[in-house]
């Protein structure tokens, strides 16, 4: 008994009357996801401007041999915005496959055929996505269909059964992408997330970046490649890309922001908080290949005089700037740089200790508008991991990360 049905197999089954007459050929199937999302709801007959819709309860039995009708009173289909059609729709997209974290395309539909009330169904069970379906698909109309079921039975099969995908999106001519739930998205690593919509379509990056969490969208959107990370904010509304720079860190945020239209990121901007935007704003007014281009806002600084234990208690403040720098920096009344205390050292000195008694002895730093050839140069020679970045007046006024160098050293 035939328990299940291919798409490949469906598409050319000959459709038959009450009376055993041929009406036609399968083109093409239908699902409505809003009324059911697993039932096969139309069948469409012809091609071109001569196609003809048969519902799902207009149908008495399905087989390999072809599909017998109970009810012959058949509509012309036109309008089809509600409905989900597997052969223009379905097949040939871009699925996200998080168990094996990249991206996979559509090459085969699984039906489950169940009776309901007398007569046969179809139920979407799985997409398929591997060598069996290929194959099954390469070999339709060479060889018989039983045949064909043989032949592919050594092959693993591989698939993502249809409960686990959700429609993600549809693009102004109705074709739907699907997606593994974007909970199983967000729980994903930021790296491997970004590895996925590097191989997503401009549309797909889109949808998939408008349904995430703003805080996972930028922990993702610093792991992609620079070229395609102006684009992706570009695509979202200014709300949503507001919300996204928001969650990154300043300097990441300016960079982003400093390739695309001054018009756009001037938007975005306007629909950040005043705090966040304030400081992508200062961050924007230095030249890229600069030093004030390189550096971040975010650090911890504490008064020179102050003591290992009031200096512990301040970074409790500071939980987003201790993920990217080791270091705590010593200023002045005026926001001058005074000296930089590695972090481990605090966890070794008394409470009451001095801070400036455990700072390093050779305190470095570069001016804002040093060039970023000779901020690489001091990197490499004296093996640092933050460097400190001053004005004119010797005032702190960011950090530099090796992070960043190291991003920058990537990409060249």
Known sequence: MLDHLFFTELVGLKVYDLKGRKLGRVRDAAIVPLVNAFRVDRYLLGGGWAWLSVRHDQIQTISLEGIWLRDEQLTPYHRDDYMLRLER???????????????????DVT???????????????????????MFRRLAQGVLPRPLIRRMMMPIPVNS?????CNILESDPQRRLRL?????????????????????????DREALFGSLDSEVAAEALSEI???????????????????????????????????????????????????????VEELLEHREDSAGGLMTTEYVTVPHTATVGEAVAAMKGHDYA???????????????????????????????????????ERLLSVPVKEQQERVIATFDKYNLVALPVVDSSKRLIGVITADDIIAILRQN
């Open 89 to 107: 729709d379905l097949l040939d997209q871009q699925i996200i496959d998080v168990e094996g974290r990249k991206v996979v395309r559509v090459t």
């Open 225 to 279: 490649d620079p070229d395609i990370q102006a684009s992706i904010l570009e695509s979202l509304s200014e709300e949503k890309a507001a919300e996204i720079i928001e969650e990154m860190d300043p300097d990441e945020a300016a960079d982003v922001l400093a390739d695309m239209e001054e018009a756009r990121s001037d938007a975005i901007l306007e629909e950040m908080d005043d705090e966040p935007a304030h400081e």
């Open 160 to 164: 993502i059964r249809w409960e686990f």
């Open 322 to 360: 201790l993920e990217s720098t080791n270091t705590v920096f010593l200023i002045d009344a005026e926001e001058r740089l005074m000296g930089a205390v590695p972090i481990a050292r605090l966890f070794l000195g008394d409470p009451s200790v001095a801070l400036a008694s455990l700072q390093d």
């Open 179 to 203: 997606n593994i739930s974007t909970r199983a998205l967000e729980a994903m690593h930021p790296a491997d997330l970004a590895d996925i919509v590097e191989e997503l379509g401009a549309s």
């Open 111 to 133: 039906f489950q055929r169940v009776q309901v009330n007398g007569h046969d169904e179809l139920r979407v069970q799985e997409v398929d996505i591997g060598l069996r379906s």
